[in-house]
DNA sequence: GTTTGTGAAACGATTCACAGCT
DNA sequence: AGCTGTGAATCGTTTCACAAAC
């Protein structure tokens, strides 16, 4: 299972179709048309049958695509058939709403461990998980990797947090900082970033 | 101030150098070159150039940019000269992130709304504000519209939250719901989607 | 010598349009 | 008849490369 050159647009469209076909599932529905699916999920017939053609052929035609076999394979082409063990640095409020919402565990990602700079934060028990002191990141990481670390500090330690990170292996970084990591090709970082998304609107509301 | 055609990607980038800047202003920086922004924030210095072209001619050639200026030109590009007025629907984990997070009323955004379905949640104050049923939103909204409203219910009610958002004259959406919602063109809208975030990093992590 | 601003070239993504299967 | 899968055409974005400004 390795083909390169997937355009980053292109997976997430396919984590969108995922989105939409559970609907459908949960709907009832049997079968849909790139059609129907490109209506849910905000873009053209052709895109949603130019998206999959990079992974091989799902759909019947003159029929469409069933719904149970294309959000398997979407499954499978997203990885999503086993479990990932998530870390998080960073026990604020973003950490604290990642940590709790329990749609994360239902989707296949186990948070396995948090870590805060604040000693008055450590020892706190979050959802069953004992915060723990940044300062034991190194032999937690050796001891249980993690497959995904999220990183929810202040902008300014974000970068150390990460190096230390990328020493220990890990290859999937998601970052809530507000600065641009630097990281090695071989590791996969993807930004969340509320500043950024406000100010895309403000700038719509004053350019229409 | 009106020019088309920007893209989304500038857009975002802008704001990104914005950042960039605000972190050497905070170092006592006074000048920089696109080579250096471009550095900090992850792209190249052509990029930096001509996204900085669309809107004019900051620099000085031989010398670089002022980092006062340009990032005061920048708030002026992004519309960060004024306040703006948020409202937020959905009081659980991730509202009560977004309304406690102190850097955004630093940054100009100011909530004056939140709304919720739970009765059990309305009354509630949080940070001083009071938590009040979504049935007053339509009228809350006539007396003190806001600028962008924050959807951080579930998936199933977040378009039709919207869609009176909408029919109220909103016109600028922030969605964390993982659905796709439809907007009119003159409507702006932002997706955060967590699970989307996530998957595209399992992508990543199997197929490299 | 250095660095900007910008047309032109290269690249990449989306859309078109239709042959081919059901 | 209906809908997929896909090469070809189109469209948009990024990179190149250099003249102009300091």
Redesign the pocket.
Known sequence: MTMR?I????VR?LSLYLRCLEGFEAQGLET????V?AARGG???????????FF??????????SVRELSSALRGILGLGRRYRVAVIGAGKIGSALVQYPGFRQRGFDIVAIFDADTRKVGEAWDGLRVRHVRELDQALRDQPADIVAIVTPGEVAQGMVDRCVALGVKAILNFAPVQLQVPDDVAVKHVNLALEFETLTFALNNR
């Open positions: 050159k355009a980053e647009s292109t469209r849909v048309s790139s059609d699916l873009t053209t017939s052709a895109q949603v049958r130019k998206d999959l053609s091989g052929s799902f759909g019947k035609r003159g029929l469409g695509y």
